[in-house]
């Protein structure tokens, strides 16, 4: 089993580094995006300057009575974006890191792209 776990990770890290690769040629903020097995986070950062301009996350008040993690998923994406707006932030680079885009991370690039940002 521990062979079949660090395969897992060997994958994921390849995947990462894969989607990172691509990203680096872009000169725009960038949404990264975490998912925990309750919860999804969101960033915007400025790479040139180190700085998280706008963050948020499904652990957040406004999303707590949502059940379904897809919707609340999609939910901070739309308000990711609206922040991003108010910071006059429309075109992102979207770092999905290593996860597949499918479920929750795909329900929230759904969001931030119905949000007004363009990537």
Same mark, same amino acid.
């Given at each position: 089993?521990?062979?079949? %776990?660090?395969? *897992?990770? =060997?994958?994921?890290?390849?995947?990462?580094?894969?989607? $990172?690769?691509? +990203?680096? =040629?872009? &000169?725009?903020?960038?949404? *990264?995006?975490?998912?925990? %097995? #309750?919860?999804?986070?969101?960033?915007? +950062?400025? &790479? @040139?300057?180190? %700085? *998280?301009?706008?963050?948020?996350?499904?652990?957040?008040?406004?999303? #707590?009575? +949502?059940?379904? $993690?897809?919707?609340? @998923?999609?939910?901070?994406?739309?308000?990711?974006?609206? %922040? @991003? @707006?108010? #910071?006059? +932030? #429309?075109?992102?680079?979207? &770092?999905?890191?290593?996860?597949?885009?499918?479920?929750?991370?795909?329900?929230?690039?759904?969001?931030?792209?119905?949000?007004?940002?363009?990537?």
């Amino acid at each position: 089993m521990n062979s079949e %776990l660090s395969n *897992t990770n =060997r994958k994921r890290e390849k995947r990462a580094l894969r989607v $990172r690769k691509s +990203i680096k =040629r872009f &000169d725009r903020p960038r949404v *990264t995006v975490f998912r925990s %097995l #309750k919860h999804l986070y969101g960033q915007v +950062i400025d &790479d @040139a300057n180190g %700085l *998280t301009v706008v963050g948020l996350g499904s652990y957040s008040k406004e999303f #707590k009575n +949502i059940k379904d $993690r897809k919707e609340a @998923a999609k939910k901070v994406g739309l308000k990711l974006a609206e %922040l @991003a @707006a108010s #910071k006059s +932030i #429309k075109e992102v680079v979207f &770092d999905r890191g290593y996860y597949k885009y499918h479920g929750r991370v795909a329900a929230f690039a759904e969001g931030l792209r119905e949000g007004g940002l363009s990537f």
